[in-house]
């Protein structure tokens, strides 16, 4: 085996390991009334809206890197809160798009603060520069990934 392959599979690791550690991060220390995987569905629900776009359950699995059956639980309990609500395509039945109620605006608000002042805490204690840079490595090491697979 070259050290090239050796080296690789040496970095594969790392790259399971970092994937996995993932799954360890939290992003509060304070009870919310959202879960941390609800609350990034209710942020995509909101950059969606922002951004005058409509998502449906696909979607929402396929950003938060989850399954559709994860996302069907979640999305019929947000329901039965009357957090968010499923709205018919006009033009695909089959079609059934994810959309945050008015009541929704609100508690999202609240555990978004309570989430901030955490991750805030964590930065300014980790150190703002590191953090900074450790995002810009993050993001630029994915980007290569995708130009590499989409050529």
Excluded: W
């Amino acid at each position: 085996m070259s050290k090239q392959t050796e080296k690789g599979k040496q970095n594969l690791i790392k790259v399971f390991q970092m994937i996995k550690k993932r799954e360890d991060i939290v992003i509060t220390d304070k009870p919310t009334h959202f879960s941390d995987t609800e609350i990034r569905l209710m942020s995509e629900l909101f950059i969606a809206k922002y951004e005058n776009r409509k998502l449906i359950s696909s979607e929402l699995a396929r950003l938060l890197g989850v399954t559709r059956s994860a996302i069907s639980q979640m999305v019929q309990k947000l329901e039965k809160e009357e957090m968010i609500v499923r709205t018919p395509s006009p033009t695909d039945k089959k079609i059934a798009y994810v959309e945050l109620t008015k009541g929704a605006i609100k508690t999202y608000q609240k555990d978004v603060d309570v989430c901030a002042q955490f991750v805030g805490t964590l930065v300014e204690e980790f150190g703002e520069e590191k953090f900074e840079k450790m995002y810009e490595l993050f993001v630029e090491f994915t980007d290569l990934a995708k130009k590499k697979i989409n050529g």
